[in-house]
């Protein structure tokens, strides 16, 4: 026997809001509508429901945010400041790793060789294999081209780190300065060779 649409009704709308809220607060992890819907009774709406979150947390301490395809709670922007001694976090990457993520993530999906003809100096297997492991970079489609190359795009975690909904979301060189995410040393391009040494993504 196949199901009817309608055949089970779904839960009043707000009640769908209450599981889908109780669910994000669950998981550390964003998910997505599809995600959702998969945890949720039959007949459910998850995009309604997260619309009418979205709207009830407009202004809270915290807030329903998109990351990517999926949806997360997290704490207000403005607020950040409050949870600095509990998420301090330190990470260090090279100065090679931050030019490669930042070719990444600006000219997404981009290939090893576009890579090292932007910096002007070769990509070591180590640095995008770093970007790899930190699940900021995944692997994209071949290029259509000789050799069908692999290409690299940016991941939903390194989004969500940043506080990004997508990668159009990224901002420029100065307010990455200006926000501490890089320090003030020179532009991209000046070392002739892998730089082996270390470059500040996060303050301390």
């Not at 709308?13 to 607060?25: D, P, S, T």
């Not at 003809?117 to 770093?130: F, H, K, L, M, P």
């Amino acid at each position: 026997m196949t199901d009817e649409p309608g055949l089970f009704k779904a839960p009043p709308i707000a009640e769908q809001e209450r599981m889908v809220e109780a669910l994000l607060f669950a998981t550390a992890d964003p998910m997505t509508p599809a995600q959702l819907a998969g945890r949720m009774p039959h007949g459910c709406d998850p995009a309604s429901a997260l619309a009418g979150l979205r709207k009830r947390y407009d202004g809270r301490g915290v807030q329903l945010v998109r990351v990517g395809d999926a949806w997360a709670m997290r704490t207000a922007p403005d607020l950040g400041y409050l949870m600095s001694h509990e998420v301090t976090e330190s990470r260090k990457l090279s100065r090679a790793a931050i030019e490669t993520l930042a070719i990444i993530a600006y000219h997404q999906p981009t290939t090893r060789a576009e890579i090292e003809e932007i910096r002007g100096v070769s990509v070591s297997r180590g640095t995008i294999d770093q970007l790899i492991e930190l699940d900021w970079v995944r692997l994209g489609r071949r290029r259509m081209t000789p050799g069908r190359p692999v290409t690299f795009i940016v991941t939903q975690t390194f989004l969500d780190h940043f506080g990004l909904e997508s990668a159009r979301d990224l901002p420029g060189l100065k307010e990455l300065r200006s926000a501490g995410l890089l320090d003030n040393r020179p532009q991209p391009g000046a070392e002739p060779e892998e730089d082996d040494g270390q470059e500040q993504l996060f303050g301390d």
